[in-house]
């Protein structure tokens, strides 16, 4: 009784607070991606991927709080098309009796050299074994702009037009708002943070980092200050294929491990 009660308030819990993972890259330094550039950024910041310039498609497994029965499972796409991306995300979060799907599109596009903007439009359902089904329809904005050769500052906004589910569930879909650097001290070390603020909660800080080891090898890890939670990580490239390992700690629910496999068209 006491497991299933901890499963259901960590699912209400990520429900009202939190976006879901945002790939195991971003989630190993701190979830402070906001000004950094990945596929996931799908997820975070969608501004993210108006650099890219090949097709990515990467899927993502993450075990929550090391329980086999709450899990979340996520795809990512990414298509350039001339001077515009196009992006397409799916996730689920949950248990048999209580989860959660998200499916979104984005469009992000560079302007000159310098700033990147993306819109994406979601669509939620929660599925509740006692209640049957509710959906709903979310927007998110972003943009990116880099100061400098060395450092960029990012800005995103999720569900400003404050979407809900139906009025008779006690689960609401966050409004949350993201401020950070990206700081490219050397070739081989990124530095990044983020203030995460959703309404109704504290504001987060989330610091992290990245080192290239070598050219097929990085490690990573990161804080966040509220809660706090630690976060470490390592990817492996190989030509095309990419893969990403992290996992982070809570000091009251335990570790969360996720892995992310990518290919670069």
């Not at 008779?168 to 950070?180: A, C, E, R, T």
């Not at 909660?201 to 200050?225: A, M, N």
Request: proline letters at 3%; glycine letters at 8%; charged letters at 15%.
């Amino acid at each position: 009784m006491m497991k299933f009660c901890t499963l259901i308030f960590s699912l209400i819990s990520f429900s009202v607070s939190a976006q879901l993972s945002s790939g195991a890259r971003i989630v190993a330094m701190g979830n402070a991606g906001v000004a950094m550039q990945d596929v996931w950024s799908l997820i975070g910041n969608q501004a993210g991927i108006a650099g890219i310039d090949k097709p990515i498609i990467s899927a993502g497994y993450e075990q929550r709080f090391l329980d086999k029965d709450l899990n979340a499972q996520s795809l990512v796409i990414v298509f350039p098309i001339k001077n515009s991306v196009f992006g397409a995300s799916f996730q689920k979060y949950g248990i048999s009796s209580f989860n959660e799907q998200k499916a979104g599109l984005s469009y992000a596009k560079q302007y000159g050299s310098n700033l990147n903007l993306a819109i994406n439009v979601n669509f939620h359902q929660l599925k509740i074994s006692s209640y049957g089904n509710a959906n709903t329809f979310s927007t998110e904005v972003g943009l990116q702009y880099k100061l400098n050769k060395i450092l960029t500052v990012g800005a995103h906004i999720a569900n400003p037009n404050r979407s809900n589910y139906s009025q008779d569930l006690n689960v609401s879909i966050p409004v949350s708002m993201q401020l950070g650097l990206a700081y490219r001290v050397s070739d081989q070390l990124l530095v990044v943070n983020t203030f995460d603020k959703t309404l109704g909660y504290p504001t987060d800080f989330k610091i992290g980092g990245e080192y290239k080891v070598i050219e097929w090898l990085s490690i990573r890890g990161g804080v966040s200050v509220n809660p706090f939670k630690q976060f470490v990580g390592i990817g492996f490239y190989y030509q095309h294929i990419k893969i990403d390992v992290a996992t982070s700690s809570h000091a009251v629910l335990g570790y969360t491990p996720q892995l992310a496999l990518s290919y670069e068209f």
